[in-house]
Nanobody
C-alpha cells in the first residue's frame, strides 16, 4: 500500500503561481511513476503531468506545457507540481497518484487539493 497526501492548494489570481506537494508513505519502493491529475466541476478527471520515480522522465498535458513543472525528491518521498501563469480554466481539484512497478495504470490516489484561480 502507498498513502498519498497532497497540500498547497488555494485561491490565486490569474497569472499567479502555486506549488502543490504530494507526500508518499508506505511501500514507496514499489512506485514506478507519480502523476498529477485534476477534475473540474462537471468534468471528468484529466491527466496533468507525470514523472518517473527513478529516471525522472516527465510528461505533460498540452494544456499545461510551459506553465507547469513536475519534480520529485526521492529522499523525501515527495512530488511537486509548480504551477505558473495560472488561468481560471486551471481551477479544479488536483489529485496526486502513484503507479506501481508492473502496472500500466495509476493505482494509488490522494484525497485531492482544491486550486481556484480567479479572473
Amino acid at each position: 500500500q502507498v498513502q498519498l497526501v497532497e497540500s498547497g492548494g488555494g485561491l490565486v489570481q490569474a497569472g499567479g503561481s502555486l506549488r502543490l506537494s504530494c507526500a508518499a508513505s508506505g511501500r514507496t519502493f514499489s512506485m514506478n511513476a507519480m502523476g498529477w491529475f485534476r477534475q473540474a466541476p462537471g468534468k471528468e478527471r484529466e491527466f496533468v503531468a507525470q514523472i518517473g520515480w527513478n529516471g525522472g522522465n516527465t510528461y505533460y498535458a498540452d494544456s499545461v506545457k510551459g506553465r507547469f513543472t513536475v519534480s520529485r525528491d526521492t529522499a523525501k518521498n515527495t512530488v511537486y507540481l509548480q504551477m505558473n501563469s495560472l488561468k481560471p480554466e486551471d481551477t479544479a481539484v488536483y489529485y496526486c497518484a502513484a503507479r506501481p512497478t508492473g502496472r500500466s495504470a495509476f493505482h494509488y490516489w490522494g484525497q485531492g487539493t482544491q486550486v481556484t484561480v480567479s479572473s
